[in-house]
């Protein structure tokens, strides 16, 4: 017997127990998907597939084009995971959405939890890469894996670290103060353009590491973390433009706090685009690298293509930016 349905996130107990006995990472909590929605005000489901022995779940977001409803996953590492292989899932999740009615779905995977046999490798792209530390090795492996520089930038770690910012106030004044100006900078896509509301309501959790550096009674950078037993993630860091040389310390501190707590990998996220420089500062850590993949489906190709020529785009491109209808609004949810 197969169960499919989408717990909303006005049923946040509900949500919360599906996950367990599910490695999964922050992007799949309810906490994440309530905050992203306080930016994006898509309605946000937990999809939750169940038979007698497997459950898979994915955080699904719907949005409108020209009164028609695609879906996304929302913003982070996310995507389906489950708790066993399933050969006959993809065709079940197929039939769901296509009563549903949707257009299309583009799925982010997390390369540290995905199981090929939820999805047609066909649907599969991937153009950039992820960068993952074993928290489980010592201290000192850690350490002999960073690149010659990162080894010298964190030579002196006692001292740097004494001087660090944890104080979760100040961070937060920083942050909202200056993360608007910082992605202005930086030319970010408008998938960062989080609401104070979003902000805030990460900010609130416990399972969020807020650390931050500069001189006293100053902060000049900050780095957010987010985790959950199975994994941490790199979120966001922001900084003056003097600030910038704070970037490695904050990261080790990471990677010192979680292991620590026993949490056993630290995701540090991609570049914007495969190996641009911020691809190559966060090899430079000694991580593992994983190619970043994404699921783009087309489940009613009739309407997918009538909404692509209505903007001169190709349906039949897989390889540029997806759904082809709203390239032109870049507003993609993958970290």
Sequence with gaps: MINQQFIPLES??????????????????????HAMHLTTGF?????????????IVCPIAEREFENHVDIVTPYGFSGFVGNADCADFAR??????????YVCGYISLNPLFDNKTYFDSNELYSD?????????????????????????????????????????????????????EFFRRKEAAPVYSFSVAT??????????????AGPPERVEAATVFVYTSCV????????????????AALIWYGVNY??????????????????????????RFGGNKLPLGSLKQVYDTTIYAALCAQVGADPADRIGYFPAYRSSQHCHSTA
């Excluded at 492996?141 to 964190?154: A, C, E, I, M, V």
């Excluded at 902000?199 to 931050?212: C, H, K, Y």
């Design 12 to 33: 946040r107990a509900e949500w919360q127990n599906a996950l367990q006995g599910i490695k999964h990472a922050f992007a799949h909590t309810w906490e994440n998907c």
């Design 92 to 101: 079940s999740w197929r039939k769901f959405v296509t009563k549903r009615g």
């Design 43 to 55: 309605p946000t489901y937990l999809y939750c597939f169940e038979t007698d022995s497997v459950r």
């Design 128 to 180: 950039k890469n992820i960068f993952v530390l074993d928290l489980t090795l010592s201290q000192d492996k850690l350490f002999l894996n960073l690149s010659t520089n990162r080894r010298r930038q964190l030579k002196e770690w006692e001292r740097t670290s004494a001087s660090l910012v944890l104080e979760r106030p100040a961070l937060m004044d920083f942050f909202l103060g200056n993360y608007v």
């Design 232 to 247: 941490a993630d790199f979120l966001f860091n922001i900084s003056l433009p003097k600030g910038r040389h704070h970037s």
């Design 258 to 283: 979680f292991k620590s707590i026993g949490i056993p990998m630290l995701n540090l996220g991609g570049g914007v685009r495969a190996d641009d420089s911020l691809a190559e500062f966060k090899q």
């Design 199 to 212: 902000l805030e309501s990460l900010f609130a959790l416990d399972n969020v590491v807020m650390v931050g």
